[in-house]
């Protein structure tokens, strides 16, 4: 089975290759003019804007994910703007270990809203995928992207950046949203 996998990210594409590893799904990158525009107010309301813009220009069925880092102590931020959050993604981290600098509470989850559409861009199955943990004081690691090297794994004294793919994949967000999706797609 083919499904469009509505990004033009191709880490995430990448990753999401390797999660879906021994399923029958092959996921496949939109055609040219997919330009979503990321206006919803949540995680599940971008994902959807997404899947149905994949779908619009490839007539076909179409899975995105919208995710993004969410912290407790800056009241749920930077959320569905983590990717805007800063100009790259070290100035993403440094604005974020600032922001934090005077708080005790570093906890924080990681979210993933996927939704999978059919070829007409009708809502089929959505689902949200959560990694809980703390943000570190200072980066670690040089695996991963985005936020990882300060992102400290739930009972782990790891960040997401020192793990491996296969220990990432089996935690994070984004493979427990597509093991979810998988097994829903499995079961029809």
Do not use: W
Not at 38 to 53: C, H, L, M, R, V
Not at 54 to 70: E, N, T, Y
Not at 111 to 127: I, N, P, R, W, Y
């Amino acid at each position: 089975m083919k499904i469009v996998f509505a990004t033009g990210n191709p880490h995430k594409l990448k990753e999401i290759k390797e999660i879906a590893g021994d399923s029958d799904i092959e996921f496949i990158l939109p055609p040219d003019g997919f330009n979503p525009v990321e206006n919803g107010a949540t995680f599940e309301e971008n994902s959807f804007i997404k899947a149905k813009e994949a779908a619009r220009v490839s007539k076909m069925m179409s899975l995105a994910d919208d995710s993004g880092l969410c912290v407790e102590a800056l009241d749920g931020g930077p959320g569905i703007y983590s990717a805007r959050y800063a100009d790259t993604p070290q100035k993403r981290i440094d604005k974020l270990l600032q922001a934090l600098a005077p708080f005790e509470n570093r906890n924080a989850k990681f979210v993933c809203a996927m939704t999978l559409v059919d070829a007409d861009g009708h809502k089929v199955f959505s689902t949200v995928g959560e990694c809980c943990g703390k943000i570190a004081t200072k980066q670690a690691g040089s695996g991963g992207f985005g936020y990882d090297p300060i992102f400290l794994v739930e009972n782990s004294d790891k960040t997401m950046a020192e793990l491996s793919e296969e220990e990432k994949n089996l935690i994070s967000h984004r493979g427990r949203a597509l093991r979810t999706v998988i097994r829903y797609l499995s079961s029809l």
